[in-house]
């Protein structure tokens, strides 16, 4: 007994001296990366970038004004090998005292892009402390928004939607939309959506329309639906709402908005997932139960290493929310769980499935060092499986090589078609017919040798 007081009282004051030195530990620096697509001009895509810095991350140096410290964050914008967009800049902070809280500097910047499909990175730096670094890297494919039918932007996701001031970073549309880029929601944060209508009045048509609202749970049931009846005024309409996140369990969750037409079809939709953290409910029993899929031994034997990379490779199914959720897990067991719940969430047989996908496409499309689940054609066997038919053009006079994947199941029947733009390379996605993946008709250009 006197040994635990002993060991209490020691740890009280170690604690309290830490406190009277003013030397909070910090964690490693983690910028959070997110982005929505709008409508910009006829020829371009105006796309929203946003960040996000934990304040408890940064090096903080004392002057007159308290203790300062400062983020810098390079963003750069690439199509193929080709720099389309660089920019930099400061994320200043202050703090008063030493109270270090848990919020995050949020940011956006702004680019107009034409149709293709880019690379975005972000880079960030602390100021004072350089060996401190992050980098965020994704694909983001860029379509161009038709003008002949109602069509929806993204969906943005916020901590808040209110009236705004002109100047402010957040400002669009009369509104300061403040992005939420890691999409975790608390019990006490209400989910605030934010999304695009455009071509409201195209054709001459002037009857009411019909926008859907629905969310659905982590194994894709519906939790929620409402529908709310709109009037065709303007050339494009603004769609904010919200969830109430305290009458969700914790979870991940898809929001789907919806066009609807009045034979009951969707014309245009548009969605995000999110995470829903609320302690008051906690983990719907349900899907608890779906653990029973994946027996913890699956993951007992495998390394803290093994456990990465697979994660790694579930990459095409993971949700943001979840890879930011795992980044922040250290030591094997937690990370055995959080697997074992990931693949639990999913239909009985997935894992195993997934997996083998991933092996095949590490062993034959791995090209230059790079892993073959992270190359376009091992990204799309991966994701859609394997084709019904593949049309090989190795030697075609006056073009590049390229693979035309044929899928007759999907959408009624798919195209996936893959260019080797470099000698030695790997094989780029450059069109397809579904309707989530990069559309490029004029896609015979990339093939052209000069």
């Known amino acids: 007994m006197n040994r635990v007081f002993y060991f209490v009282c020691l740890v009280l004051t170690i604690f309290s001296w830490s406190r009277a030195q003013n030397t909070p530990t910090k964690s490693p620096l983690k910028i959070s990366v997110d982005y929505a697509r709008f409508r910009g001009d006829s020829t371009n895509v105006y796309l929203e970038v946003y960040y996000s810095i934990p304040e408890r991350q940064l090096t903080y140096i004392r002057d007159s004004t308290g203790l300062t410290a400062a983020a810098e964050v390079t963003?750069?914008?690439?199509?193929?090998?080709?720099?389309v967009s660089a920019d930099r800049w400061l994320v200043p902070h202050v703090l008063r005292d030493t109270t270090r809280s848990s919020m995050n500097l949020v940011g956006l910047s702004t680019v107009m892009l034409p149709e293709g499909q880019y690379t975005l990175t972000l880079i960030a730096r602390d100021r004072n402390e350089t060996s401190s670094v992050d980098t965020v890297s994704m694909i983001v494919p860029i379509r161009l928004l038709g003008g002949e039918k109602l069509v929806l932007s993204d969906v943005e996701l916020a901590t808040n939607i209110k009236q705004g001031k002109q100047g402010s970073q957040f400002f669009k549309n009369t509104l300061e939309v403040v992005p939420s880029v890691e999409c975790i929601f608390t019990e006490n944060q209400p989910c605030f959506v934010y999304a695009e209508?455009?071509?409201?009045?195209?054709?001459?048509?002037?009857?009411?329309?019909?926008l859907k609202t629905t969310v659905t749970d982590g194994i894709g049931r519906e939790v929620f639906s409402r529908e709310k009846v709109k009037k065709r005024t303007g050339e494009s309409n603004v769609v904010v709402d919200n969830i109430v996140t305290k009458e969700l369990r914790t979870g991940t969750y898809t929001v789907m908005l919806s066009i609807v037409d009045s034979s009951r079809k969707a014309i245009s939709a548009a969605g995000r997932r999110f995470f829903v953290f609320n302690q008051s409910r906690g983990i719907d029993?349900?899907?608890?139960?779906?653990?029973?899929?994946?027996?913890a031994e699956e993951f007992a034997r495998m390394s803290e290493e093994e456990l990465d990379r697979e994660f790694q490779w579930a990459r095409y199914e993971s949700a943001y929310a979840e890879r930011v959720q795992f980044e922040k897990l250290t030591g094997?067991?937690?990370k055995r769980r959080f697997l074992q719940e990931f693949w639990?969430?999913?239909?009985?047989g997935f894992r195993p499935l997934y997996l083998e996908r991933a092996r095949f496409a590490n062993q034959n499309f791995r090209e230059l060092g790079i892993d073959g689940y992270r190359t376009d054609r091992g990204r799309v066997h991966i994701i859609y499986g394997v084709p019904d038919d593949i049309d090989r053009h190795p030697n075609e006079p006056d073009t590049r090589p390229y693979e035309v994947w044929n899928y007759n199941s999907i959408q009624g029947g798919v195209i996936f078609v893959f260019v080797l733009r470099q000698t030695g390379g790997d094989y780029d996605l450059v069109h397809s017919t579904h309707r989530n993946e990069l559309h490029n008709p004029d896609w015979i250009r990339f093939s052209s040798p000069k």
């Open 285 to 295: 029993s349900s899907m608890l139960s779906l653990k029973s899929f994946v027996p």
């Open 332 to 334: 094997p067991e937690p």
């Open 197 to 210: 209508i455009y071509n409201v009045l195209a054709g001459g048509e002037k009857s009411d329309y019909v």
């Open 75 to 83: 963003m750069v914008i690439r199509r193929g090998e080709v720099s």
């Open 344 to 348: 639990g969430k999913r239909e009985q």
